[in-house]
């Protein structure tokens, strides 16, 4: 059973840079499958970030890509998220996630991110 | 790319079917089979309940169905339980290599 754990600062100053890691444990972040971030705006829905193989290959999502990296530890076995540029707009609960055959199928519990001086 | 659209709400009493509509472009539902659909309790993560349109993971109850025709996706829960009650949301991989996901739909059973 896949287990996804999101850690970092829950308090990011706007203009600053938001940084997530997520440890995977249960499976390979080597194994076939594509890792994503999800999140989520309080009271509001879900937004696809990006998403990273273990070879580095990277999609984004185009309303985020200017701001946003993720990267893959393969020796940690975890995979990182770092947003730069942050305003209030991008206080949110932050998701990590495994991908399954185009869905995400797996899914962290979450970590609340908020920006504020 | 906007979000695809869905109700804000839907309501229905124990034991009735309802369906959630989601409405994208022929850019993503119009051209992908990669129709996905999460139900999310209050303060917890979502869950995957509908991959590539219509297929349950192993293990979920087949009230849950999914269907496509041209941009418009649907998911219908028959047989509506107390437990239902959560937001769903829809998701699409798109023709930009990204995914997208819908506005959301509080279901209440009455």
């Known amino acids: 059973q896949v287990q996804l754990q999101e850690s970092g600062p829950g308090l990011v100053k706007p203009s600053g840079t938001l940084s997530l890691t997520c440890a995977v444990s249960?499976?390979?972040?080597?194994?076939?499958?594509?890792w994503s971030w999800v999140r989520q705006p309080p009271g509001k829905g879900l937004e696809w970030i990006g998403e990273i193989y273990h070879d580095g290959r990277s999609n984004y999502n185009p309303s985020l890509k200017s701001r946003v990296a993720i990267l893959v530890d393969k020796s940690k076995n975890q995979f990182s998220l770092k947003l730069t540029a942050v305003t209030a707009a991008d206080s949110a609960v932050y998701y990590c996630?495994?991908?399954?055959?185009?869905?995400?199928?797996?899914w962290g519990q979450g970590t609340l991110v908020i920006v504020s001086s | 790319q906007s979000a695809l659209t869905q109700p804000a709400s839907v309501s229905g009493s124990p034991g009735q079917s309802i369906t959630i509509s989601c409405t994208g472009t022929s850019s993503d539902i119009g051209t992908h089979n990669y129709v996905s659909w999460y139900q999310q309790y209050p303060g917890k993560a979502p869950k995957l309940i509908i991959s590539e349109v219509s297929n349950r993971p192993s293990g979920l109850s087949n009230r849950f169905s999914g269907s496509k025709s041209g941009n418009t996706a649907s998911l219908t829960i028959s047989g509506l339980q107390a437990e239902d009650e959560a937001d769903y949301y829809c998701?699409?991989?798109?023709?930009?290599?990204?995914?997208?996901f819908g506005t959301g739909t509080r279901v209440t059973v009455l």
């Open positions: 249960g499976d390979s972040i080597n194994s076939d499958s594509w």
């Open positions: 996630a495994r991908n399954g055959w185009y869905c995400v199928d797996e």
């Open positions: 998701s699409s991989y798109t023709s930009s290599t990204f995914y997208v």
